[in-house]
């Protein structure tokens, strides 16, 4: 069984940067979907970045569209960890971020909801402030 270990979150002030990790134990991540989802408070969790793990690289990568261009997702199959850099951060990116394995129609991202997961990690908190 797949087990989801994050790191990275903080505190950062507008503008600033932050790369989460998430590693993964007892299962790899090649010919996997992984992917990182966040949720604010009150509202749905909803998936912002996915890739898929090829036994040599990296396959198709979705994004949501709140955070294209400024986050990017990465794979180090050899290390089975995730990374996702986040730059350009905004206060409305605060919000719980989650490590996720075996994402669900990671397609569904780039439309901004409709995506889900097999496994998750615990949760990273990121806060923006003004």
């Known amino acids: 069984q797949v087990q989801l270990l994050e790191s990275g979150g903080g505190s950062v002030q507008t503008g600033g940067s932050l790369r989460l990790s998430c590693t993964t134990s007892?299962?790899?991540?090649?010919?996997?979907?992984m992917g990182w989802f966040r949720q604010e408070p009150g509202k749905e969790r909803e998936g912002i970045a996915a890739?898929?793990?090829?036994?040599?690289?990296?396959?198709?990568?979705y994004y949501a569209d709140s955070v294209k261009g400024r986050f990017t997702i990465s794979q180090d199959s050899a290390n089975n960890t995730i990374y996702l850099q986040m730059n350009n951060l905004k206060p409305e990116d605060t919000a719980v971020y989650y490590c996720?394995?075996?994402?669900?129609?990671?397609?569904?991202?780039?439309?901004?909801?409709?995506?889900?997961?097999?496994?998750w990690g615990q949760g990273l908190q990121v806060t923006v402030s003004s």
């Open positions: 890739l898929y793990v090829r036994s040599g690289g990296t396959g198709s990568i």
């Open positions: 007892g299962a790899s991540i090649r010919l996997r979907w």
């Open positions: 996720a394995a075996d994402v669900i129609s990671a397609s569904r991202i780039a439309g901004g909801r409709g995506a889900s997961a097999g496994t």
